[in-house]
């Protein structure tokens, strides 16, 4: 897990166990050149980093938070609650429920402190990076760029290749 100099998005998620989906997160974020860092912070077994972590964020050049988690998934809407950077929420696939108790615990945030809530899974780790560049390529030229050769790459593969059985 790296990070670097100076961080513009920080994924963070509630366990090493998650690094398995929010790699991709961080992976498309390295694909757009968006400077990120990774962080394990637990809602659960680090309630007090959870809280330093979203308190510190802003003054650190952290602009948008990725947080996925499983299960009880507090973390995206612990940390939404405690900056107003916007956070997006990953629901990690969980093995009891396949990631519903995730997805439901991350989406049913009450009125006034919104989580963007993502799809269970890889999906759903790889969107959350796209939404965060997004929100920085509204200001940021080089991660537009990148953000619309990205999704320029994603429509050639799939015009390029129009019979599945290819
Ligand atoms: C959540 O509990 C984590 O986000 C993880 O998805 C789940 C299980 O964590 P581990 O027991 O694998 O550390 O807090």
Redesign the pocket.
């Known amino acids: 897990m790296t990070s670097a100099a100076d961080p513009r998005v920080g994924v963070v998620?509630?366990?090493?166990?998650?690094w398995e989906t929010m790699e991709h997160a961080a992976g498309v974020l390295a694909e757009l050149g968006v400077p990120h860092e990774v962080r394990v912070v637990?809602a659960?077994r680090t309630p007090d980093l959870l809280f330093e972590y979203a308190e510190q964020a802003p003054g650190r050049g952290i602009q948008v938070i990725v947080a996925g988690?499983?299960?009880a998934?507090h973390?995206p809407g612990m940390l939404a609650a405690k900056t107003r950077l916007p956070v997006f929420g990953v629901p990690?696939q969980?093995k009891a429920l396949n990631g519903m108790d995730s997805l439901l615990s991350i989406a049913q945030m009450p009125a006034g402190v919104p989580v963007g809530a993502l799809a269970i899974g890889r999906a759903g780790a790889v969107n959350a990076g796209l939404l965060a560049a997004a929100v920085l390529a509204l200001h940021d030229p080089a991660i537009a760029a990148a953000l619309d050769a990205y999704r320029a790459r994603q429509t050639r593969a799939v015009l390029d290749q129009p019979d599945p059985r290819a």
Do not use: F
Not at 13 to 18: A, H, V, Y
């Open positions: 998620m509630g366990s090493r166990s998650d637990s659960h988690a499983g299960g998934a973390l990690v969980s």
